[in-house]
C-alpha cells in the first residue's frame, strides 16, 4: 500500500508564499504522474495541478502563474511552490497519483492545512 505524506502548510498573509511537500513509498514515483489536490470547507477537492513523469505540467486556471509543481524522483517527493496567495487559497491540500485524470492512491493522506488571512 503506498503511503502519501503531504507537508509544509501553515498560516500566511496575503500575498505570501509557502512550499508544500509531498512524499511517496514505493519504488515507482517516478514512473507516476502526479498531482495536487486542495479541499476547502463545505467545498468539493478540486484538481490544482498535475506533473507526469516527464515533467509535463498543468494547472487550474484559478492558480496558474502563482504556483508552480515540480518533483525530485531521487527522494520520491513532489512539491508545490505556491507565491501570491490568496484568502481563497485557504484548504487543505491532497497529493495524489493521477491516471486518466483520475486521483487512485487509497487512502489519501492526511493532508496539509494552508489558511491565507489578513
Known amino acids: 500500500q503506498v503511503q502519501l505524506v503531504e507537508s509544509g502548510g501553515g498560516l500566511v498573509q496575503p500575498g505570501g508564499s509557502l512550499r508544500l511537500s509531498c512524499t511517496v513509498s514505493g519504488t515507482f514515483f517516478s514512473t507516476y504522474t502526479m498531482g495536487w489536490y486542495r479541499q476547502a470547507p463545505g467545498k468539493q477537492r478540486e484538481m490544482v495541478a498535475t506533473i507526469t513523469s516527464g515533467g509535463s505540467t498543468n494547472y487550474a486556471d484559478s492558480v496558474k502563474a502563482r504556483f508552480t509543481i515540480f518533483r525530485d524522483n531521487a527522494k520520491n517527493t513532489l512539491y508545490l511552490q505556491m507565491n501570491s496567495l490568496k484568502p481563497e487559497d485557504t484548504a487543505v491540500y491532497y497529493c495524489?497519483?493521477?491516471?486518466?485524470?483520475?486521483?487512485?492512491?487509497?487512502?489519501w493522506g492526511r493532508g496539509t492545512q494552508v489558511t491565507v488571512f489578513s
Open positions: 495524489n497519483r493521477v491516471l486518466l485524470s483520475i486521483p487512485i492512491f487509497r487512502p
